[in-house]
């Protein structure tokens, strides 16, 4: 068997593709694999030790809404550091006096914060409050990696669900209740 190490005679051998695409694969792999994992890494570990942000006099978060809407919580942070950090929120879960516990839904504009040495950054917090949710004061905690505290207390009041307006008499739309206390609709 003829073995050439000439790229021009290797270019009809089907093993010789197949041999190539699977490096080329392999390489790209180890290559996208990598820059995931450091930005995996980022967000999970301070870009520092001993980074540091303090929220700028704040000593609860605190918002207000009813069930079926979303509140939205704003922090503004400060990096007292001579080097960048980051900052990936998460929110606990929540629960009120009476021991209702609450997997909060939420979502942060940005996802991911790198803030630069002695500047400020603002950070917003979008929470969706369920439908069903009982009326309550909900608490819980915003974690911050690289946060001197490790968390920033949080206090969501949720409060009784508007009420829906009684039907016009006489209205279109009458509704009656049929066994099993099921409502059917005429129109």
Known sequence: ???????????????????????????????????????????????????????????????????????????????????????????????????????????????SLLVAPAATAELRLRVAIPPRLPAGVYRGCLMLHGFCDGALPVAIEVGEPPEEKPRQPGGRGRSRTVAGGKTRKKT
């Open 1 to 111: 068997m003829k073995i050439s190490n000439d790229p021009a005679e290797e270019k009809g051998r089907p093993f010789a593709e197949l041999f190539r695409l699977q490096t080329e694969f392999q390489a790209r792999l180890a290559d996208e694999t990598l820059r995931y994992l450091r930005r995996l890494q980022g967000s999970a570990a301070p870009a520092s030790p001993g980074t540091i942000m303090i929220p700028d006099g704040v000593s609860e978060l605190k918002g207000l809404g009813v069930p079926g809407s979303s509140v939205e919580l704003r922090l503004e942070i400060e990096n007292l550091q001579r080097v960048h950090c980051t900052a990936s929120p998460m929110l606990s879960l929540l629960v009120s006096a009476s021991g209702v516990t609450w997997f909060p839904e939420s979502e942060s504009s940005p996802v």
